[in-house]
Structures are given as C-alpha cells and as structure tokens.
C-alpha cells in the first residue's frame, strides 16, 4: 500500500531491525568498528560489503537518517555531512577542477556566493545569471561546463528559478544539474521532478526545524549519467555506474576533508525530521497572511513572497511548489528605519537563523550581505531598507498583530 509523505518517514526506521525493539534508531557514538575475520573488513574497505569503516565516514545514526532523507528526496542514495555549506563543498572541491566551469544562479545565498569566489580562486570559472530565465543559463554554457547550480527560491527576494526549463536544458546538454532545495525542503518540492542529478539540503533549516542541530545532505536522484563525467576518479569506475558520482562526493569530502555530521546531531534531525510537513504547512500559512498583511500597508514599499499576484514568478511557484514557501522579505517605504522597526518586533526574534519554529527577522543590508558591499548589492536589488523573515508556527494573529503594531515605532 502506498504511504504518504509523513507516514513513510515517522515509520521509516522500522524498515530495518531495530534493537529491543525501539521505533526510533538508537545513537551510535563509536569511532571504530571491529569484525570478527579481517577479510569482512577488508571487504568493506573495498566496498563489497556494506558496513563502517571508520566514524568519519559514518555511522549506523547517520545512516539511519540518510535512509529517511533519500526516501523524502526518491533518491538512489544520499550522504550527510557536517552543515549544508558543507554539503555543496563537498560537491564543489569533490567533482570540479581547475579550468572547469559553472553556471550559477546570480541570486545565491551569501554564504554560497563566498565559496564560488574561493573556487573561482582555486582556478574553477564562474558565470552568475538571472536563473528564472532559462534562456540567460543557456548563453552562459561552454564546452567546459560541467555543472549548473540554482536554488529553488532565492533568499532574500525569493526568486523562483526556471527550474523545469534548466532541467530539460542540462539533460540535453548532459550538464550536471544540482538544485539547491533548502528553501523549498523535499516536502514542499522534489528537484528530481525537474531533472536535477543532484539535491542539496541544509538539514539546519526545515528538516531539522528546531533549531538545535548543523547539518546538510547530498541526494543523488540516479538521473545523471555519470558515465559521461569525466571527473570520476578511476577508484571510483569499477563500482555501480549509477553510484560513482555519490561516492566520490562521500569519499572525497567525508574521508579526505572531514565534513562528518555528528552522530548527536543526526540524531536531533531525525527526530525533527518526522513533523516536517506539519510544520511546513502551517509556517508556509502564515508566511503567505503576512505577506498579504504586509502588502496592503502603507509604510511598507514592496513585498517579495511567491503567494503574492505580483511576484514575477507566481504561476511558476504555484505550479512547482505545494506552497510558495516560509520566507519572506518586504521593504519599509523610503526613509524608515529597518533596525528601528525590528527593534519594536515583541514576537519576532533578531536572528540571522531561517528555517526555525521560531518566527526570526534580519535587517539585510546591514547583516548579511554587509560583506558583498553596496555595488554587488545594487546588483542583485538588495534595498537598504529589505528585511528577511522566516516565518514560523506560532499564532498567526499573534504573528501578523506583532508586525502590526511595530509599525507605530517608525
């Protein structure tokens, strides 16, 4: 019988023996794993066996929560790692080489922004372009191109990419396409309905939703042929054609840098993990009341949330997402204060955190696209005035009188 969404991950653990019978997979802290013979060991060195080597690498915790992470995703496999920012290095330093290329969308998250600027000083070239424009990644592709990178609603102004129009594009052109789905969390949007070979997650955000734990995954969908790539170590040739891409990444990124998620961590987005869609739909509503709030008031300028009429990818969001997603970001009308109106917020916590129960707001000018500065800014129309919220699952009256009120402190 076919499961649903929310039933397939609370009862995913039971899909495997569990000890004494516990319905949730128990904490493994250990660093090191014995057998019995030194032949089933070298087995698993060489992967002919299934097992764990060495804590770097995994555990049977993490394992556990990549089982639950690949069946939200409908992927072939999936590994975690230490943060989402390590999830997409780990693709980035794992597949790429000097004189390879990227497309990317303009409209990153800082943090992403940062690491292309060190790949683009490790000798990796780099075009940023208007991603909701299919036809603006087309005219950035070379010979050289091995990957595009999107992801699926922009933050702060939460553009919404041509995410089905790239797709067909990368699978015509045999390009890796990799979305970031962090915004969007698997249940809200599957990147593989659009083609994408690989999904990255910051389990920080949604998945995780509490608060209380790093972490980021890498899904691959089985959808790209990485026969065809010719980065793929030869180490990595003689396994499953339809692996050798995720066990680079794994291999190179947990074994050789370190990026392991925590077995304590794993642990805490697991759990949090199981309310996912609960959580999603009622912060997804509350984010769409505020926007319609914030839109209709007089001291606000413009409203960025994909619920909106007038958001310049409406029809997309609808059509791709099953909700326009839990982030928003307005801008005050000239001459406001955003630090000053934030400063009047009573429920509504400053935090540069997204993707929490917690209702969080941000000014961003001046917080995290500080660093970029005010050209790169103008660039990607990042008003001084802009301030981010993630929206979370409190009241809503509660959420939209907090907003309301603030208002009479500017």
Known sequence: MAQGFTTRILHSDRQSPIEHGAVHKPMHVAVAFGYQDTQTL????????????YGRQGNPTTAALEAKLNGMED?????????????????????LKAGDHIV???????????????LHNLGVEIDFVDATDAAAVERALRPETRMVFVETIANPRTQVAALAEIGELCRQRGVLYVVDNTMTSPYLFRPKTVGAGLSVNSLTKYICGHGNALGGAVTD??????????????????????MQGLQQIKKKALRDMGATLTSEAAHRIAAGAETLSLRMD????????????????????RVYHPSLPDHPQHARARELFRHGGALLSFELQDGLDPVRYQDALQVVISSTHLGDNRTLAIPVAQTIYWEMGAERRRSMDIADSLIRVSVGIEDTDDL???????????
């Not at 009622?282 to 300028?301: E, G, I, S, Y």
């Open 42 to 53: 070298v087995d698993v060195f060489q992967g002919r066996n299934p097992g764990y080597s």
């Open 75 to 95: 992927g072939i496999g999936t590994v975690t790692f230490a943060t989402g920012m390590a999830a997409i290095a780990a693709i980035m330093t794992s597949l």
């Open 104 to 118: 990317s969308s303009a409209f990153l998250f800082g943090n992403t922004n940062s690491l292309f600027d060190t």
């Open 221 to 242: 969908t089985g959808l790209f042929d990485w026969t065809a790539y010719p980065n793929i170590f030869p180490a990595y040739r003689s396994i499953k054609p339809a």
């Open 282 to 301: 009622r912060a997804c509503a509350n984010a769409a009341a505020l926007a319609a709030q914030l839109a209709a008031h007089p001291k606000v300028k």
């Open 400 to 410: 939209l009188g907090d907003f309301d009120q603030a208002f009479g402190a500017v």
